[in-house]
């Protein structure tokens, strides 16, 4: 049974910082998929963050946080990172890890692509 397990969600201020993680278990071949994180703010729809390619690499889904966020994964450990600096307040929300439905191919930016998702981790960010 695939699980994602998502974790380091917490309070801060704004301009602080953040790490959060997500643990993949349940299935082999974890190198071959795309891993993605995601975020649902005050309001909005699931919208993408940033998406980790199976062999390294990621790219940016959400303008906004290009330059403050970064993501990345250690296959090794079956785990993807999200790095969140220089926090705002519109930041605040709930943030998802993400499995792809499908092996390689390119990493989309769509939730409907993804098939396994972590439960989720609140990130509030007070001005």
């Known amino acids: 049974q695939v699980q994602l397990m998502g974790s380091g969600g917490g309070s801060v201020q704004a301009g602080g910082s953040l790490r959060l993680s997500c643990v993949a278990s349940g299935y082999t071949s974890y190198s071959d998929y795309c891993m993605g994180w995601f975020r649902q703010t005050s309001g909005k729809e699931r919208e993408g963050v940033a998406m980790l390619y199976p062999a390294g690499g990621m790219s940016y889904s959400a303008d906004s946080v290009k330059g403050r966020f970064t993501a990345s994964r250690d296959n090794a450990k079956s785990t993807v990172f999200l790095q969140m600096n220089s926090l705002k307040p519109e930041d605040t929300g709930m943030y998802f890890c993400?499995?792809?439905?499908?092996?390689?191919?390119?990493?989309?930016?769509?939730?409907?692509?993804?098939?396994?998702w972590g439960q989720g981790t609140q990130v509030t960010v007070s001005s």
């Open positions: 993400a499995r792809a439905t499908f092996t390689y191919g390119p990493c989309s930016t769509s939730p409907t692509a993804y098939t396994y």
